[in-house]
RNA sequence: GUGGUUGUAGCUCAGUUGGUUAGAGCAUCAGAUUGUGGUUCUGAGGGUCGGGGGUUCGAGACCCCUCAUCCACCCCA
């Protein structure tokens, strides 16, 4: 007998969660949808060489690689190294992220597409990384993206998006953080050492976790000056409102261009004038987010305070996506939900609702042939006004059948023994309170479950 | 890729300095109960102690290898 087990890093989501998944799923596609976001959905697999080399040396090394039918051995006899032996036997690759594909669909299909193009995917990736607490290999990602629009009006849009997906998950005290990759670029440009920014902002992003000692230390190591590190810590050490936060931003980039139209920008999405936020966003300029191709605003969600949990969304505007692909001078702006530590949030603060949980409304028990057909009526009286409504399929014993309702967690059992058939009624017990009323029969259907 | 943790029943875990037939709770099944679940009582089934090798009169325990697991780092969602 083989011992059943599921690979390393996935998961099986059973009936509960999976209704709650839905909940965040359905939720989120809802505020999609009302923003006038379209659906997307692009293969598991695409071709290996859409994706190498566009997530880093590092991206390409956690790529699962999907294996070429037939005969492998004499292609692979023929490399030299490992590097000719994955191109001689793989052709395709599973799903790594969903902004790529996207890039790809666009390119693919700009003759049709009406731009700017808004398209949101949810759908599992896949990444051989060494699984750890909320990493896995298989994880579902949620975008929202617009490219073809340098309008700062869909910045305003997304931060709506996440406001409004947040507070209709009632989840209370989320932090919409906002910064912009081009206040980064000045400060690097003030320093006077550009060819350092990927290192600077890499090191900046870790300042929650290693603290101001462990940023200078890094800086240090990563060829940076005294002098340098002041004036980033002088950066880091910004604070106030908003608008505090602007002018003090304004001072210290002012020799930079590029810092100021960041500040320009930052000051439009943020004082747009456009609408209100329920969670007003906040300017945190050590907000750097690890990928390098964004090029404007950078947002990042983190979960209240409350609870110990990261990061539980991001994303940003990024310029020529899909010129990998040979389609220039579209830029785009786009946002990312992290389903699984939603759900983690959601399951510590206790926030799914009561809908979310349940499935069957009634469970009919089954007593028999004749009782059984009499059931039946009622079934489909009940489901065709949207009742959740079955019947055990076995006539077993009855404290078998009760058992199983309480088991499945429905919270009402209807009953049709013999005294109800003659009585022409049926029985409703509630589980949940133990109470049991005799209904007639032909009321069943407007019954309050 | 680096460092560490833990592998014993379906699940969560006990198991003393190495010593007879490896235990508990939960879960499962049956009965108490021929029309009433969630509470209670009685009983039953269920383990090659992750795998392989070694030390020993004797190994679940000690040693080596290996596989799996979880956690941290790197990186990331």
Request: negative net charge; proline residues 3%; aromatic residues 8%.
């Amino acid at each position: 007998m083989i011992k059943p087990s599921i690979p390393k890093g996935t998961r099986d989501f059973g009936p509960v969660i999976v209704r709650k998944r839905n909940y965040i799923f359905n939720t989120i596609r809802q505020v999609f949808e009302l923003y006038g976001f379209q659906p997307l959905e692009t293969p598991a697999m695409e071709n290996l060489s859409t994706l190498t080399g566009k997530y880093g040396e590092e991206g390409d090394k956690l790529m699962f690689k999907v294996l070429d039918n037939g005969d492998i051995f004499e292609a692979a006899g023929k490399a030299a190294n490992n590097k000719e032996l994955v191109a001689a036997i793989s052709e395709k690759a599973l799903r790594y992220d969903l902004t790529i594909p996207f890039a790809r669909y666009v390119v693919m299909n700009q003759n049709d597409l009406a731009l700017p193009f808004k398209r949101y995917q949810m759908q599992p990736v896949w990444r051989a990384d060494k699984p750890q607490k909320g990493r896995y290999r298989e994880f579902y990602q949620c975008d929202a993206d617009v490219v073809g629009s340098n309008s700062l009006v869909n910045e305003v849009e997304l931060l709506l998006i996440y406001d409004a997906v947040f507070t209709n998950l009632g989840l209370a005290g989320v932090e919409l953080r906002v910064n912009n990759r081009k206040i980064l670029s000045g400060l690097a440009e003030v320093i006077g050492k550009q060819e350092l920014l990927t290192d600077i902002t890499i090191s900046i992003d870790k300042l929650d976790k290693i603290g101001a000692e462990g940023v200078r230390k890094e800086l240090s190591d990563r060829g940076l000056s005294d002098t340098d590190i002041n004036t980033i810590e002088k950066f880091l050490t910004i604070g106030g409102t908003n608008e505090e936060k602007l002018n003090q931003l304004a001072d210290l980039l002012q020799s930079s261009a590029t810092g100021l139209k960041g500040i320009e920008e930052l000051k439009f999405v943020l004082n747009s004038g456009l609408t209100a936020f329920n969670n007003e966003p906040i300017i945190d300029v050590t907000l750097a987010r690890g990928l390098n191709y964004y090029t404007g605003m950078i947002v990042e969600v983190k979960a209240p305070a409350t609870v110990k949990m990261g990061s539980i969304g991001g994303g940003g505007r990024y310029d020529d996506l899909t010129g990998l692909f040979g389609l220039k001078g579209i830029s785009g702006v786009g946002i990312s939900f992290g389903v699984d530590r939603i759900y983690d949030v959601l399951e510590e603060l206790n926030l799914f609702p009561e809908t979310a949980q349940q499935s069957t409304k009634v469970l009919f028990l089954n007593l028999g042939e004749a009782n059984a057909a009499a059931a039946f009526k009622h079934l489909q009286g009940l489901r065709a006004k949207g009742i959740a409504a079955e019947i055990y399929p076995d006539a077993s014993k009855m404290d078998k059948q009760m058992k199983y309702a309480n088991k499945r967690g429905i919270p009402f059992v209807a009953i049709i023994g013999e005294s109800e058939l003659s009585e022409n009624n049926v029985s409703i017990k509630n589980l949940a309170t133990g109470q049991q009323e005799k209904v007639a029969a032909d009321a069943v259907a407007h019954y309050n479950f």
